[in-house]
C-alpha cells in the first residue's frame, strides 16, 4: 500500500482486532509513497513505524495466518517457521516441482521470497484447473485454496464492533475445512 491515512487505518484495525500492534510486524518502517502521510512523518519522526511500510498488510495477513493456526507469532518472517516452510512447499506444490529445488531470498520487507526456473511458471503450467482431467493441477488448486482456509476463519471471528462488508463476504465464501499442519 501507499502508506495512506486510510491503508494505516486498516492495517491497525487488522492487528488491534488480532491483539497485536505495529511492533509485531517484522517489515520495518519506510518513508509512505502517500504525500499526506510523509509530511506527517516529516513532522513528527515518532510515527515512523512499520504500519508505513507498504508490505504491512502482507505481514498482518501472516500473523493472522499464524494466529488461526495457533503457530507462534515470533519469528513469521524467518525461513524456519511454520508458515514460511507451508509457503514455500505451496508454491513448490503450485508449480509441480520438489520443495527442496525451490530458491529463497530475502524480500525487501524481510520476509522469504522463492525462485524457480520460469519454465516452473510457464503459462501451459497455468492450466484451467475447472476443464482439466490433470489431478496435479486439482492438487495444485486445492493447495492455494486451504491457504485462504484461516484468514477467513480468523474474518468470521466476531469483533468489538461490526464486521466490514469485506469480512462478511470472505466468511460466506469460506471453502470446506483443512487440516491444521502441525507446529
Not at 511492533?23 to 509512505?32: Q, T, W
Not at 515470533?74 to 508454491?91: C, D, F, I, K, N
Request: proline fraction near 7%.
Amino acid at each position: 500500500h501507499s502508506g495512506s491515512r486510510a491503508h494505516l487505518r486498516l492495517v491497525e484495525g487488522l492487528l488491534s482486532r488480532m491483539g497485536l500492534t505495529h511492533a509485531s510486524l517484522a517489515c520495518g518502517y519506510h518513508d509512505p509513497m502517500d504525500a499526506e502521510s510523509l509530511e506527517d512523518v516529516r513532522r513528527d519522526p515518532a510515527l515512523r513505524t512499520a504500519l508505513y511500510n507498504n508490505c504491512s498488510g502482507k505481514h498482518t495477513g501472516m500473523l493472522a495466518f499464524c494466529q488461526a493456526e495457533g503457530w507462534p507469532l515470533a519469528g513469521y518472517e524467518l525461513a524456519s517457521h511454520p508458515l514460511q516452510r507451508l509457503m514455500r512447499e505451496t508454491v513448490a506444490q503450485c508449480c509441480d516441482v520438489s520443495p527442496e529445488s525451490v530458491l529463497t531470498g530475502i524480500d525487501g520487507c524481510g520476509i522469504p521470497v522463492f525462485g524457480m526456473p520460469l519454465t516452473s511458471m510457464a503459462p501451459e503450467k497455468a492450466s484451467d484447473a475447472s476443464n482439466s482431467s490433470d489431478t496435479s493441477i486439482h492438487a495444485r488448486v486445492a493447495a492455494l485454496s486451504s491457504l485462504t482456509t484461516p484468514v477467513r476463519r480468523f474474518a468470521s471471528r466476531p469483533s468489538a464492533s461490526a464486521r466490514s462488508s469485506a469480512s462478511r463476504a470472505a466468511a460466506s465464501c469460506a471453502p470446506p475445512s483443512r487440516q491444521r499442519n502441525p507446529a
